[in-house]
């Protein structure tokens, strides 16, 4: 069976997540409202306005649409600021050896990302070239855990979801892979993403046995 290797983006491919929560602290604590990294594990995988959502809720805050509108771009904003010397060097250790494996084996590689801000980061990496598929928040209305991303990346790719691979560092974003009838790699703590089938600390942990025994399926 043709398989498919679907990766997410921020916390697995590139450190994104550090960002994300930087530019998100910022407009927390213009709002007084307190978020911990520990906060921060309900926002990964989520999207830019559902984010702000959880966030005001944290803080009991009631805004209107406009000032809605306000904080998503000023958070964008920010957050790009950090993006702009972004290259190759932010990496994520192990992810490119992997690509590369993948690549030379011949296997199908696609995006699933809820980022809006995907290509740009993958342009900047440099590794752009590796993925076959890029499906991102700009092109899904149902945001993860929901699996319409991951979905649409294994349709687009000619593969079912049952011989689909998703490596994902996200709570939400390995409920998306198993509701898809995936198989779900959680890459991060093993105590966070219990969820997931299978769970490396991160790339340099999975070794390239472990890709061939998928790809022999
Ligand atoms: P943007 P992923 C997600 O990307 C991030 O984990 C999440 O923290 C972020 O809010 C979301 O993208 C939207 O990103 O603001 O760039 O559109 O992990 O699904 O690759
Ligand atoms: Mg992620």
Known sequence: NRKAFIFDLDGVIVDTAK?????????????DIEFTLEHNELLKGVSRVRSLDIILELGKVEASQEDKDRWLLQKNEEYLSYLVD????????GVYPILKFLKEKN???ALGSASKNARP????????SYFDV????NDVTNAKPDPEVFL??????ETK???????????AGVQAAN?????????????????????FKDFTAIDTNFIEDLIKR
Do not use: C, R
């Not at 972004?86 to 250790?93: A, F, H, Q, T």
């Not at 890029?134 to 928040?137: A, F």
């Open 86 to 93: 972004m290259d190759e060097s932010e990496i994520l250790p």
């Open 121 to 128: 980061i993958l342009e900047k990496t440099g590794i752009l």
């Open 19 to 31: 960002y994300h929560y930087l530019a998100w602290q910022k407009i927390a604590n213009e709002l």
């Open 179 to 199: 509701i898809g009838n995936m198989t779900s790699i959680g890459i991060g703590e093993a105590g966070i993403l219990h969820e997931a089938k299978y769970i």
């Open 152 to 157: 649409i990346a294994a349709k687009l790719l």
């Open 107 to 109: 296997q199908p590689i």
């Open 161 to 171: 979801p049952e011989d689909a691979f998703v490596f994902e560092d996200s709570v």
């Open 134 to 137: 890029i499906v991102d928040g």
